[in-house]
Antibody, heavy 119, light 107 residues
C-alpha cells in the first residue's frame, strides 16, 4: 500500500525559505519509472504543479518558480524534500506531494499540508 | 507551456443527470491527459488517465474521451458522492499543467 505524507512548518514569514518533506512508503524511488511530485493549491483556487523528481534524479520545475525551487530525494529515508526560497503571502497554499508512475500522472497523493505566509 | 481551458467552471446538476466537462489544450497532447476529483478538504484523486482509461476502483459511470486538443469527462448518472470539483491535467510535456477546475454542485 502506497502512502505519502507531507510535513513542514505551517507558518512562515515573508522572505523566509520553506522546506517541506514528503515521507512515503510502499514504493522505492530507486525503481525505474517512479517519480514524486509537488503540487500546491491556494485556498479556493486551482491546483498548480511545482516540481517532480524521478528515480534517476532527473528533476523538473515549473518555469515560473524555477529560480526559487529545489527538489531532492533521499532514497534511503524514502523522502523527497522541496525547498522554496523568498516566500511571499501569495505562496499561502496547501502543498501536496504525489506518486507518479510510470513518470506521468499522479496516481496517489498525500493529504497535503497548509502553509501560511504571514508576518 | 501548454495552456488548458476547462469548462464550465461551475455546473449545477441533479442526482441522476448526465454531465460532461470539457478540457481544451492550446496544442495537441495525444492522449496524455488525466482527470481528478477533489472533495472539500481532501486531496485530489485520480479518476482517469491516458484520456480514457479508468483508474482501478473508479465507478464505471465515469468515462473519458478525446485526443489531441479536445477532451471530455462524462458522468453518466450523477450520484450524491460525485458532487465535487474536477480537474484535468496534461502530462504530455513539461511543465505539467492543470485545468482551472469544474465545480459540480447540487441544482
Amino acid at each position: 500500500q502506497i502512502t505519502l505524507k507531507e510535513s513542514g512548518p505551517t507558518l512562515v514569514k515573508p522572505t523566509q525559505t520553506l522546506t517541506l518533506t514528503c515521507t512515503f512508503s510502499g514504493f522505492s524511488l530507486s525503481t525505474s519509472g517512479v517519480g514524486v511530485g509537488w503540487i500546491r493549491q491556494p485556498p479556493g483556487k486551482a491546483l498548480e504543479w511545482l516540481a517532480l523528481i524521478y528515480w534517476d534524479d532527473d528533476k523538473r520545475y515549473s518555469p515560473s518558480l524555477k529560480s526559487r525551487l529545489t527538489i531532492t530525494k533521499d532514497t534511503s529515508k524514502n523522502q523527497v524534500v522541496l525547498t522554496m526560497t523568498n516566500m511571499d503571502p501569495v505562496d499561502t497554499a496547501t502543498y501536496y506531494c504525489a506518486h507518479s508512475y510510470p513518470g506521468s500522472y499522479f496516481d496517489l497523493w498525500g493529504r497535503g499540508t497548509l502553509v501560511t505566509v504571514s508576518s | 507551456v501548454i495552456w488548458m481551458t476547462q469548462s464550465p467552471s461551475l455546473l449545477s446538476a441533479s442526482t441522476g443527470d448526465r454531465v460532461t466537462i470539457s478540457c481544451r489544450m492550446s496544442q495537441g497532447i495525444s492522449s496524455y491527459l488525466a482527470w481528478y476529483q477533489q472533495k472539500p478538504g481532501k486531496a485530489p484523486e485520480l479518476l482517469i488517465y491516458a484520456a480514457s482509461t479508468l483508474q482501478s476502483g473508479v465507478p464505471s459511470r465515469f468515462s473519458g474521451s478525446g485526443s489531441g486538443t479536445d477532451f471530455t469527462l462524462t458522468i453518466s448518472c450523477l450520484q450524491s458522492e460525485d458532487f465535487a470539483t474536477y480537474y484535468c491535467q496534461q502530462y504530455y510535456s513539461f511543465p505539467w499543467t492543470f485545468g482551472q477546475g469544474t465545480k459540480v454542485e447540487i441544482k
